[in-house]
């Protein structure tokens, strides 16, 4: 049975097009019309999506092939999307770059065939003329499987360059039309991000910049020939309905365990997918803030998943009542499960650019050391080599690294003290460092090198690894069985 879903795809030439600019603007103006708006993102990037989410007031979800494999970026995509009136989908770098320099596995190209989706261009046509109509020809040619339905130009300087710009790709190719474009504008541009990424928050995107940028777009761009362009997609087969878990179908397993998340301005990388998964078997998610609370909520296991803890280093240090319910929540047994920078924030200390050390749950022996290079970035496959509170030995998954810190071992650990510590003072035992092991093999897709990560130490799992769940679905179940047994332990 199969759905008709109008769908365009946002790709672009390179990185830093202005994809994200597009989408977002083109969104803002179609909800504006009253439509109802799926948005979607290629690729493991986390923060795109939030500023899909708060053009529409709703969720975004990365569809990635490499990490999700075709049935689940399918069914996901036919999940979510359900009941909209278009679906936008911003792509990931340039159209056909991926996960390989030579193949389109992990690229948007290889998205957009999966979904049999028209793909709208989006061209930086500063300092462009005539040149426009070799680059949109060149993109559009190169997979005959793949169709390039539309144009759109960024950075254009005024109406009549973009006039010059639809002049030069009408005399190559009428039937692949500059549909418009986005002006030059500084002053409304999305701000720098931190370590090139910074999240779509109140004060780094204000509605009224969201509601500038739909404006734009519906003075600028021809939305009603993209729509046309969406609609004329054809019906999509019916998706495998097991490749999606469906969290309203977990029936008699709901209630199992309640899983604390932790969520606040230093902690907010996760997939949405991810947390999905572990609602269908059966968990209940409690947000938290590791910044603002001083107690955990009554909860069977945390999940601390990635973001900005260095930013906010010296705030979540200032919280010692939550570190200290943490580790002793830990010495109780209850599971952890951390991603890079919830990682950080288990470690001994994160020390910053400025060489300060912020003292921080204390859990992993070692400190977080800020560095002003890029220390790991691209897919990973993980071995687990032990049991876990993930499940037993040999459970394979797939994830990305992104990460500007790395592990070094904590002055503690290896400076001997000048003298020894009074007596009368000794270290409460829960806030002792947990003794670390590596359950993770880690092979890296490009270049296939294979390290040893993944820091197990009692019911703690920790990674510098951020998991995609579709790659297994047996990992979630497991996290959720772990938080389940927690719960019987403690009655």
Known sequence: MSRAIPRLVVAGTASGVGKTTATVAIARALRARGMRVALFKCGPDYLDPTYHARAVAGTSHNLDGWMMGRDAVLSTFAAEAAGADVALIEGVMGLFDGASPTGEEGSTAEIAKWLEAPVALVVDASGMARSVAALVQGFAGFDPALRVAAVVCNQVGSRGHLDI???????????LPVLGGLPRDEAQRFPERHLGLRTADEAALPEERLDHWGAQAEAWIGLDALLEIARAAPPLPAADAAATPDASAAGAQRGRARI???????????????????????????????????????VDALYLGGGYPEVH????????????????????????????????????????????????????????????????????????????????????????????????????????????????????????????????????????????????????????????????????????????AHKERAR
């Open 165 to 175: 710009l639809r002049q030069a790709q009408a005399q190559v190719n009428r039937s």
């Open 260 to 298: 604390g998340v932790a969520f606040d301005e230093a902690f907010h990388f996760y997939y949405a997918d991810n947390l999905r998964r572990l609602e269908a078997a059966g968990a209940e998610l409690v947000r938290f803030s590791p910044i603002r609370d001083a107690r955990l909520p009554d």
């Open 313 to 484: 280093a010296e705030r979540l240090a200032d919280n010692a009542a939550l570190r200290d319910e943490i580790r002793a929540f830990a010495g109780r047994g209850g599971p952890i499960y951390a991603e890079c920078g919830g990682l950080m924030y288990l470690t001994e200390a994160i020390r910053t650019l400025d060489g300060r050390a912020h003292a921080m749950v204390g859990l992993v022996p070692a400190e977080a050391v800020m560095c002003e290079k890029l220390q790991a970035l691209g897919y990973v496959e993980v071995e687990t080599q032990a049991r876990t509170i993930l499940g037993g030995a040999g459970l394979r998954f797939r994830g990305h690294q992104f990460r500007y810190s790395e592990l070094r071992p904590s002055p503690r650990a290896t400076t001997a003290p000048a003298e020894p510590p009074p007596a009368q003072a000794p270290t409460p035992p829960e806030h002792a460092p947990l003794p670390i092991e590596h359950a993770y093999s880690v092979r890296r897709r490009r270049g296939g090198q294979v390290t040893r990560e993944g820091y197990r130490a009692g019911s703690v799992l920790a990674s510098y690894v951020h998991a995609h769940w579709a790659s297994n679905p047996i990992v979630p179940e497991g996290l959720v069985a772990s938080a389940a």
